[in-house]
């Protein structure tokens, strides 16, 4: 059983930075599948960045490549992801997920792709 924990949410001026942290237990992050999705009121969940197991590969979505970068420390067994020029629309829930699978790279940015779920962060980008 893997669980998952998130933070580092919170409120942010457009052009400004968050940390999101993703502590995991019951499995090290090497050996998930990782990723970060996002939802906004009334809109469904989305792809927003991922890590294949094993070498740790990223993936990110087109709406925030160049702006946020996943990445993990084995050490501490968490995942993160890092956000810049935050933009309003970038306003949602953040959810960390993990597969112990091995998902091939189409299937990285599909939900049900991953059988565990932290429980969300918010992250608010208001002037």
């Known amino acids: 059983q893997v669980q998952l924990v998130e933070s580092g949410g919170g409120l942010v001026q457009p052009g400004g930075s968050l940390k999101l942290s993703c502590a995991a237990s019951?499995?090290?992050?090497?050996?998930?599948?990782m990723a970060w999705f996002r939802q906004a009121p009334g809109k469904e969940r989305e792809f927003v960045a991922a890590?294949?197991?094993?070498?740790?590969?990223?993936y990110a979505a087109n709406a925030v490549r160049g702006r946020f970068t996943v990445s993990r420390d084995v050490g501490k067994n968490t995942a993160y992801l890092q956000m810049n020029g935050l933009e309003p629309e970038d306003t949602a829930i953040y959810y960390c997920?993990?597969?112990?699978?091995?998902?091939?790279?189409?299937?990285?940015?599909?939900?049900?792709?991953?059988?565990?779920w932290g429980q969300g962060t918010q992250v608010t980008v208001s002037s």
């Open positions: 890590l294949k197991r094993g070498m740790g590969t990223t």
């Open positions: 997920a993990a597969s112990t699978g091995s998902p091939i790279v189409s299937s990285l940015k599909s939900a049900s792709t991953y059988e565990y």
């Open positions: 019951g499995r090290t992050v090497s050996a998930l599948a």
